[in-house]
């Protein structure tokens, strides 16, 4: 696949891990250069467009701006080998999401292995996505709560088609909600794996065959009566939208993954959890005049380009940040927390009982979340190991006094982080 090819380049590229430099990217001098004007200009350029600022998004920019500089805090890690004492600094990460595509990246990783080892049943699963049509998506902008209502129309809508052919039976899905098109736009959209077909009382699977038009109506019938409770669309405008030749709702369901091919399970999980926003995509383009943004977008084989002064691509990027109390990713059916707590409690209680969902599995060794181990995952090159000797090194300290990462930087002879060079764009309340 793709993405196993673009690993096996970049680890081509480099064959020992090296302290990444945040600061070079284009994403880091954007936002370093640009965000407090962004503040400061907000409520008269981009409110009416985007909404209110958001606190979370602030903070967002502030965090970022701290991912992996060693000057905001950072572990050493040192060699076990006596004789060799070789030294290295870890910087702390942001933890950010949707803005960060390192902190992203390392979710994702933690994510699809306990989604892949832990939750999904031994039974085939359809990767599928729910898609809105333009008309409606600014409704989701002003108002983020509704994006759950989103959630919900589509596990009702799976949750129905699979109950009309096995009334008794528990369906199961885990979904995602992502915002952002190829090129940034506000395109709010529903990943997910769903089981392809249903458990039975007695705890058995039965398969289920699943209608794509079907699917769609439902989901469109469903998400036009909760805009229309929320006040948002009249019974006439529902008719009228019901009445195109293509409504816009849109349903994509792929071939069935068994629960062999890990890895394209993993595959599939990890992009549930995908940044919004990549670096490899991005190009700062300066030039005698005003500096302009591109950000580039794949698919079949052409190349599609949208470009942005900075302030507008940041604006653009914000709506892309989740609130605090947001939950993107949602379990439901028999991969809920309810249902899979009972269902263990049942398991051990009376491991043969007629009606206990048996086949959902005992977690297996707990995922690491170590940021060493996320990254042999993504660039199969071990971060604790030593460049000098092979050795294996350790954490010793957390270091977050600014004074004392100065003393240590100095005494490794590492260069001081400096700030990258500020772009170059008119002031938008000059003209």
Request: with cysteine.
């Amino acid at each position: 696949m793709e993405q196993s090819t673009a690993w096996e380049v970049r680890k081509a590229q480099q064959r020992r891990y090296s302290r990444r430099l945040p600061e070079l990217s284009s994403l880091y001098r954007i936002i370093s250069s640009c965000h407090e004007d962004l503040e400061r200009v907000w409520e008269e350029l981009y409110q009416e467009t985007y909404g209110v600022l958001r606190r979370e998004v602030v903070e967002s920019f502030e965090r970022y701006l701290q991912c992996g500089i060693l000057a905001h805090g950072c572990a050493r890690a040192c060699c076990e080998n006596k004789e060799c004492k070789h030294s290295e600094l870890i910087a702390f990460s942001c933890k950010c999401r949707g803005i960060c595509p390192c902190c992203d990246a390392k979710r994702a990783i933690i994510f699809a292995e306990n989604l892949v080892e832990n939750v999904l049943l031994p039974y085939a699963h359809h990767h599928c996505t729910f898609t809105l049509p333009k008309r409606i998506r600014p409704f989701f902008k002003f108002n983020r709560k509704l994006l759950g209502r989103v959630h919900g129309a589509a596990w009702e809508s799976w949750k129905e088609l699979i109950v009309e052919q096995c009334p008794t039976a528990t369906p199961a899905a885990v979904q995602a909600l992502h915002s952002a098109g190829d090129v940034l736009g506000w395109h709010p959209h529903v990943h997910g794996l769903y089981l392809a077909g249903a458990l039975l009382p007695d705890g058995s699977f039965q398969p289920v065959t699943v209608d794509q038009t079907r699917l769609e109506l439902l989901f469109a019938d469903k998400v036009l009566k909760a805009l229309q409770h929320e006040g948002l669309l009249s019974q006439d405008d529902i008719d009228n939208m019901k009445s195109w030749e293509h409504s816009g709702f849109n349903v994509f369901i792929g071939e069935a993954i068994e629960p062999t091919d890990s890895k394209r399970l993993l595959f599939v999980a990890r992009y549930l959890k995908k940044c919004p926003v990549s670096n490899e995509r991005l190009t700062i383009v300066e030039g005698s005049g005003d500096t302009v943004i591109e950000y580039a977008a794949y698919k079949d084989g052409h190349k599609s380009v949208r470009t942005f002064s900075p302030l507008d691509f940041l604006a653009e990027l914000q709506q892309h940040v989740f609130d605090s109390w947001e939950q993107n990713t949602r379990w439901f059916g028999a991969y809920s927390c309810r249902t899979r707590g009972e269902a263990a409690l049942n398991a051990t209680a009376t491991p043969s009982a007629p009606n206990a969902i048996t086949q959902i599995p005992e977690p297996a060794t707990k995922p690491s979340a170590s940021w060493a181990r996320c990254m042999k995952k993504i660039l199969e090159i071990d971060p604790l190991l030593c460049p000098r000797c092979g050795s294996q090194m350790h954490i010793k300290a957390f270091i977050t006094d600014p004074t004392q990462v100065d003393k240590i930087t100095s005494g490794l002879g590492l260069a001081q982080q400096r700030a990258p060079p500020k772009l170059r764009y008119a002031w938008p309340l000059a003209a």
